[in-house]
């Protein structure tokens, strides 16, 4: 019977592990705290995990005083990897947000019918794949791991590379406000790590942006040269020479997120939807938001005002409320896997999903051809835990994108990107970097507010 398990291995992970490689990444304070309060943020926040070896550690604070704090490895299939992921608030104990993240497939079908790869479990983003990088591709620090040259180095030999870039990127504006009251601005900065691995002609580029603001913005570019043994029609691709048409195809990727939000199990996942009530006040239409929970592992897909959370109901924010984190897929080509319309008729739902949630389960790691008799891929994790509460939850979050070469894409291929973001949603009852004067803006604010600026 294929079926998940609780055991004590989820306690184990949490409170396992041993001395590691600690990186620090150059430390850049908000701009009302000395040296010494980044310093004892960053100590309490690296304090907050282990990372068990091969495993490293990078932690950073940024320009609103929060400490990011994370483990990073690279798997042999899935290519980076990450674990153990926690954010320090300004002043706060750390919070356990994710326990892994990783891709887990990338299928790109060729509209012509006659090629599709399933580049992860086929190929892998890890060991030879992955390549290392020089300072011409990091703006940053250059940082080094064990590489296998076969397998996952149970066998054979490794080789140290370096293959992760971190670098503390400028993220443009974090805020303006030209009230009356306690007019102020602010730019914010970024953590953002990333790697590169080749596929046949392509390179994949994994990249995390971890934002001062507690955001987590994942991406998968994609650069290198269109494939030469796959020229087609005008029907089936884009003409990128004379009368010589390059076929089109589709990256179909898929995130698994394993969360941990404010430590282990007892979490939830919810939808929320606005729609029209078909009525109108004296300026616009009348909408009605409702946010609904999923109680049981379920497919879901996006729709115009639909976005999904996952919470911990007994982590409370000082408002009372529950902490939680947004999952928004921005633009997406919706797709469904080859794989799994071919291995999927007798199901109840349609097999295609922007984002799919289940209970963790070890044996469930890939997006589809999945190894171990615990179901294919998503639709059948879904249908075999259907009559689960769903409280440890893992996100499956899919984005499709439909690529139509064009001339300027030869050669090198300029790189596209495609992915999502997880937003905080109360995770605190006010951002991380309350301005001077702002302090008391909770909740409806005083009446002195509500004057005008005068430019």
């Known amino acids: 019977m294929r079926r998940h398990a609780y055991t004590n291995k989820r306690l184990l992970q949490i409170v396992a592990g041993g001395l590691c490689l600690i990186l620090f990444v150059s430390a850049c304070t908000r701009g009302d705290a000395s040296p010494e309060d980044a310093k004892t943020a960053e100590s309490s926040a690296v304090a907050s995990s282990t990372c068990k ?17 994370m483990c990073w490895g690279v798997h042999p299939d899935f290519g980076l990897s990450l674990s153990e992921v926690f954010i320090a608030p300004p002043g706060k104990d750390p919070i356990r947000i994710i326990d892994s993240a990783s891709i887990a497939q990338l299928e790109v079908p060729y509209d012509t019918g006659k090629r599709n790869t399933s580049d992860i479990t086929a190929a892998g983003f890890g060991g030879r794949k992955m390549k290392t990088l020089q300072s011409d591709a990091c703006a940053g620090d250059l940082n080094s791991m064990e590489i296998p ?3 996952d180095g149970k066998y054979g030999e490794t080789e140290t590379r370096n293959v992760l870039c971190t670098e503390v990127i400028d993220d443009g504006l974090a805020y303006h406000s030209s009230d009356l009251v306690a007019p102020t601005s602010a730019r914010k900065n970024a953590l953002r790590l990333s790697t590169v691995s ?3 002609w392509y390179e994949y580029v994994s990249q995390y942006t971890f934002g001062s603001d507690g955001s987590i913005d994942v991406q998968l570019g994609a650069t290198g040269d269109l494939s030469p043994v796959d020229y087609t029609d005008e029907d089936h691709g884009s003409d990128v020479g004379h009368d010589e048409h390059a076929a089109s195809h589709s990256h179909n990727a898929v995130w698994k997120v394993r969360w941990g939000l404010g430590g282990e199990g007892g979490m939830k996942a919810q939808q929320f939807d606005a729609n029209p009530t078909g009525k ?4 616009s239409p009348i909408m009605k938001g409702k946010l609904k929970d999923i109680e049981h592992p379920a497919l879901a897909r996006w729709k115009d005002r639909r976005w999904w959370r996952v919470l911990n109901p007994a982590a409370l924010n000082d408002d009372g409320h529950p902490i939680s984190y947004e999952i928004d897929t921005g633009k997406s080509d919706s797709f469904e896997f080859v794989d799994d319309v071919e291995h999927t008729h007798s199901h109840e739902e349609e097999p295609g999903y922007d984002v799919g949630f289940t209970n963790f389960n070890e044996c469930e ?7 171990g008799d615990c179901g294919r891929g998503v639709p059948e994790f879904v249908d ?4 689960q509460k769903l409280d440890d939850v893992v996100s499956w979050v899919a984005v499709g994108f439909h690529h139509v070469p064009r001339d300027e894409e030869q050669s090198p291929m300029e790189m596209h990107w495609q992915g999502f973001k997880l937003l905080p949603r109360d995770l605190t009852a006010q ?3 309350v301005p001077k004067g702002h302090e008391e803006v909770n909740g409806v604010p005083d009446s002195e507010w509500n004057q005008e600026p005068t430019n």
């Open 53 to 69: 070896k091969p495993a490293k550690k990078v932690s950073q604070t940024l320009s609103s005083g929060a400490t990011w704090t």
């Open 149 to 151: 040259k076969i397998g």
């Open 198 to 200: 080749r596929v046949g």
């Open 280 to 283: 109108s006040g004296p300026e």
């Open 365 to 371: 790691q890939y997006a589809t051809k999945n190894r």
């Open 384 to 387: 075999d835990g259907k009559g």
């Open 431 to 433: 951002r991380f970097d």
